[in-house]
């Protein structure tokens, strides 16, 4: 009953601010012909460009190609770990991708995917002259016991934008002849246990890019290895072991905190900074990355912003909860089997942005 309500209310606030068409991936409700549709294809191929498709929690992507500029929105992730950000009656923390996701066409330019999990075989970016496609407050999650590239540029591609995002054991790559430029990770947790993975833009070629107000944190003996080639910046980062490696002579580090001399003496970097001073270590998977009272990294960042994923111009969102309104509490006297025509309802929201 609360993500009925959850869905509904979605709908008319985001027609209120959009002309575009609303489609469905996942409803749990009666089906409504032309809006709900049983997988990310099929959904996919009803659209016109500039559409928005939503992916309710427990929806897969399955294999599908993706040729349409679209707005895609799911649930964020994380939601049984950060209370009363979204009501989810069903307990199901996320949706996913079950198969591979091929971007094959420069037609999907401008395409933006939120609040959405990228697991199995992740996105392939295949064709080519690929450009401005966006991936806000959506987990990269990378398999148990080994570490897999859920984002894959297999051509040219350019202003590939991650904003923050959590990656759990994945990473991005560039594989063959593709080449990447500017390629950015802004406000994105970085996080990974007992194997390793990390961003390769390491095939000889002419890459370019940026991470800032990022978290790298490896543990259990797992490791993030950042093997790029060409232009990088990285700015108003943390890291906490040395098994976060950064192996690029053309990397140029910027005002940011290491456990150890992960990061460069100069250029307002600190270094040997213990982890428990840095952050309250308290809470979710995320909110765990909050600065504490007294953190180094407090004013630290460029221009004196903060260090870290909740630092900057665009603050992590705890769980990735997409920038769209949503109901974060709903209640019924009757519960959830009323015996009365009339029913109360009791709802909370708030905005996201």
Same mark, same amino acid.
């Given at each position: 009953?609360?993500?009925? +309500? !959850? ?12 002309? @575009?068409? &609303? ?6 409700? $009666? /089906? ?10 099929? #959904?996919?191929?009803?659209?016109? $460009? ?6 309710? $929690? ?16 799911? =649930? ?20 996913? +991708? ?9 037609? *999907? ?15 392939? &970016? ?30 040219? @591609?350019?202003?590939? %934008? +991650? ?42 070629? /002419? ?18 290895? +950042? ?11 943390? *890291? ?20 150890? &001399? ?11 900074? /213990? ?5 309250? !270590? ?7 990355? %909050?600065?504490? #009272?007294?953190? $180094? #990294? ?16 665009? =603050? ?8 769209? =309104? %949503?109901?974060? #509490? ?7 089997? =009323? ?5 109360? &309802? ?8």
């Amino acid at each position: 009953m609360k993500n009925v +309500f !959850l869905v509904l209310l979605s709908i008319v606030l985001l027609h209120s601010i959009s002309h @575009a068409t &609303i489609r469905r991936v996942g409803y749990f409700g $009666p /089906p409504v012909a032309g809006v709900d549709f049983p997988n990310f294809q099929e #959904a996919h191929d009803a659209s016109n $460009p500039g559409d928005t498709i939503m992916m309710h $929690p427990g929806s897969r992507f399955g294999t599908a190609t993706m040729s349409i500029k679209l707005v895609v929105i799911g =649930p964020g992730y994380f939601l049984s770990q950060n209370a009363n950000l979204q009501a989810n009656a069903l307990g199901m923390d996320s949706t996913s +991708f079950g198969g591979t996701l091929s971007i094959s066409n420069a037609t *999907a330019n401008g395409s933006v995917f939120v609040g959405c999990t990228i697991s199995a075989n992740g996105i392939n &970016i295949t064709g080519d002259n690929i450009a401005d496609i966006t991936f806000q407050r959506c987990w990269l999650l990378g398999n148990t016991n080994s570490g897999a590239y859920r984002v894959t540029l297999v051509s040219r @591609a350019s202003n590939i %934008t +991650f904003q923050q995002c959590a990656l759990k054991g994945s990473g991005v790559s560039a594989q063959g002849s593709a080449t990447g430029s500017n390629i950015s990770f802004i406000n994105c947790l970085f996080y990974v246990n007992n194997f390793g993975t990390g961003i390769h833009f390491s095939n000889g070629l /002419p890459h370019s890019g940026f991470l800032r107000n990022c978290i790298f944190n490896s543990f259990s003996g797992g490791s993030f290895n +950042f093997v790029l080639d060409g232009a990088w910046l990285i700015q108003n980062s943390i *890291a906490n072991n040395a098994n976060n490696n950064f192996n690029s002579a053309g990397i140029t580090f910027q005002n940011c905190i290491g456990t150890s &001399i992960q990061f460069p003496a100069g250029n307002g970097n600190l270094q040997n900074q /213990p982890w428990a001073n840095i952050f309250t !270590l308290t809470g979710s998977t995320d909110a765990q990355y %909050t600065l504490k #009272a007294g953190s $180094p #990294a407090i004013g630290a960042g460029i221009g004196g912003t903060n260090c870290g994923i909740f630092g900057g111009t665009a =603050p992590y969102k705890l769980s990735g909860i997409p920038s769209v =309104p %949503t109901i974060y #509490a709903l209640s019924s006297p009757q519960g959830n089997t =009323p015996t009365v025509n009339a029913v109360q &309802i009791n709802l909370s929201t708030r905005s996201n942005n």
